[in-house]
């Protein structure tokens, strides 16, 4: 595995693998790496013959109020993890060779980046929209793989790659859980015993919130019960748990055929997301809208 910090260097490598009509895939992170980023490397080496991970801790994504100064970092281990999975190349630049001096552009998208995480992280899909837009055209890509655990950014990036005639073909890789059913997360990491130990309510709102609409319930009824699920545990508290459309993150439709649960909580200081899927290839069972 090369590893390299500058976007010329990074470019030199990957023409080389062009010439050799190398098929080539990319896996964003923000690294702290887990199994379930580990997971998304081995998806893209299913479609791919150079595989490319990037690690930055993207600051535009952080609002000022947010983590990026003790985001967790453990280059050594990344490193490690990543030649055991046959990474090619391993790109981690520093913020300034990403964002030199001057830097003025901002990639804004509309529509599903505007709601739910949108609106409560003010920012947030402009720097990721911005980041990701600026590591396709570095790497130029066959295809990029992103994970289920930040739907909507998935749904964010389609769109942008989508709207701006993107070259690339987007590939999304299942979320990976711990055995209790929390959700793999860099930011696991800040959570106490007791923390971690009440973690474990967001996917189990989650999936009772899955089980009512697949019992036929509304997503109000749903969405009641997720709110039951978590509501009066001690430092626990829900920012949203909602039912959604998966590509506008918007409310369903009565006809929609697949839907979301998704939900952010904060436990402590920690803020954790988590989603999941509702619904078969026929539809979600008996499913009605109630608006
Ligand atoms: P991050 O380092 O948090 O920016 O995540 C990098 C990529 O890994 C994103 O596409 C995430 O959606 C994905 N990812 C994070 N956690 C998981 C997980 N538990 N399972 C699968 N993919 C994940």
Do not use: W
């Amino acid at each position: 595995m090369q590893l390299v910090r500058t976007i010329d260097e990074a470019r030199r490598i990957l023409d080389a693998a062009r010439e050799d009509r190398m098929r080539i895939a990319l896996v964003p992170t923000m690294g702290y790496l887990h199994e379930g980023h580990l997971s998304l490397v081995d998806l893209a080496r299913e479609h791919a013959d150079f595989v490319v991970v990037s690690i930055f801790v993207n600051p535009k994504q952080f609002g000022p109020s947010e983590d990026l100064a003790t985001y967790p970092r453990d280059e050594e281990h990344d490193r490690l993890a990543l030649e055991s999975r046959n990474v090619d190349l391993l790109f981690a630049p520093p913020p300034e060779e990403v964002y030199p001096e001057g830097f003025a552009t901002t990639v804004s998208v509309g529509g599903v980046a505007q709601v739910l995480e949108g609106e409560r992280r003010p920012g947030h899909f402009d720097g990721v929209a911005t980041v990701v837009l600026k590591l396709l055209h570095i790497v130029e890509p066959d295809v990029a793989v992103f994970g289920q655990k930040d739907a909507q950014q998935c749904a964010v990036i389609r769109r942008l790659v989508e709207d701006l005639d993107l070259r690339v073909e987007i590939i999304t890789g299942e979320i990976r859980r711990e055995p209790d059913g929390v959700a793999m997360s860099s930011r696991n990491s800040y959570l106490t015993d007791d923390e971690r130990g009440r973690a474990i309510l967001l996917s189990q709102a989650l999936a009772t919130g899955r089980s009512v609409i697949e019992r036929g319930g509304s997503p109000e009824q749903a969405e009641a019960a997720m709110i039951g699920t978590v509501e009066g545990t001690e430092s626990v508290r829900v920012d949203y748990l909602r039912v959604v459309d998966p590509d506008t993150f918007e409310s369903p439709r009565g006809d929609a055929r697949e839907l979301l649960v998704v939900g952010a909580i904060h436990v402590g200081t920690t803020r954790l997301i988590d989603n999941m899927k509702v619904g078969t290839p026929e539809g979600p069972a008996g499913f009605r809208s109630e608006s």
